[in-house]
């Protein structure tokens, strides 16, 4: 068997006012290894599926199997037997791009076994079908702050900022779920103009300010117009949260992609970031018993094939 392990980065979707567009790497990951034999074109893989945490499906519904089988069609070759192991530290379905991640590794995992003719940019346009949106995938495989979008079949995407070394990023996870899909099934069919001009203009401040790491920008700039006020009703609390953040110390605070963790982005400084983290904790307390928090860097690499474990 041949095996290949990938490492994949959790990322905040929409950093705010950047809906569907903007998105961050963080310090916090998910390990996929896929290992095959010989490749052939007789398309009736023998699957086996292990991750650590037991919450994945084990069948071919596995959206790690899925990504990787794309590329196995893409290839024209499918292995006889695959076992995939996973082993995941991003909280499932809390907005902080774990599907994204596992499609990428399974994506990443199965081009490098078929001999890596991928370039990034195949990878990023298959990541962004399968996600239906590339503000995760994007970061997810070039790290740091991206801009991404999608036109027709092919996904584009700028790496803004790569190293944001004195920004640390205090999460907010509570313990419920919001599915990305409904939370897709709440925005009006239409937006009055004056939103839709203050989202260009904290959607533009925003990128100078990660561009030039002046992140007091963010405190004006990261209000958003467009999905969280219609998101708010699915996260109970969420502007206390966001309050609650900046009166302890965060530049500003955002939901992540579409919920429910809150992402308080905060100085490089650890008594300000526990303090946040405290702070969002006890503001969200009526509303979800087991919040927690968790303090995490900028991930400025992005996906990559690490050793497989022997
Ligand atoms: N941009 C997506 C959304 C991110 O907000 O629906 C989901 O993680």
Not at 107 to 130: P, R, T
Not at 185 to 195: E, H, L, M, Q
Request: net charge positive; charged share 25%; aromatic share 6%.
């Amino acid at each position: 068997m041949k095996t290949v392990r990938v490492k994949v980065p959790a990322t905040i979707g929409n950093l705010g006012p950047g809906f569907d567009v903007l998105g961050m790497a963080l310090k916090l990951y998910t390990v996929v290894e896929i290992s095959i034999d010989k490749l052939t074109k007789k398309n009736n893989t023998q699957l086996a599926i292990e991750d650590k945490d037991g919450s994945v499906p084990k069948d071919k519904k596995n959206i790690i199997w899925l990504a990787a089988k794309e590329v196995f069609e893409n290839h024209g070759k499918y292995p006889g037997k695959c076992i995939i192991k996973s082993s995941n530290k991003i909280p499932i379905a809390r907005g902080l791009g774990s599907s994204a991640a596992a499609r990428v590794g399974g994506i990443m995992a199965a081009n490098e076994l078929c001999g890596g003719k991928l370039s990034k940019q195949q990878i990023l346009n298959i990541a962004s079908k399968l996600e239906g949106h590339p503000d995760n995938a994007a970061p997810a495989i070039l790290g740091g702050v991206c801009i991404s979008s999608v036109y027709g079949d092919e996904a584009r995407a700028v790496q803004l900022s790569r190293r944001l070394l004195d920004l640390k990023v205090a999460l907010c996870v509570p313990d419920f779920e919001v599915s990305t899909e409904k939370a897709r099934r709440v925005f009006p069919a239409r937006i009055a103009r004056r939103d839709a001009c203050m989202s260009l203009r904290n959607f533009s401040l925003s990128c100078i300010a990660y561009r030039q790491g002046d992140y007091k920008l963010l405190g004006e700039s990261v209000k958003d117009y467009l999905h969280q006020p219609y998101r708010k009703k699915l996260v109970p609390g969420m502007e206390r949260v966001f309050k609650s953040a900046v009166t302890a110390g965060a530049y500003g605070a955002v939901l992540s992609g579409s919920g429910p963790t809150i992402a308080a982005l905060c100085p490089d400084n650890k008594v300000v970031c526990d303090r946040v983290g405290r702070a969002m904790v006890r503001a969200s307390g009526k509303y979800s018993k087991k919040t927690m928090y968790k303090i995490v860097g900028v991930d400025g690499k992005g996906a990559e094939i690490v050793k497989p474990r022997r």
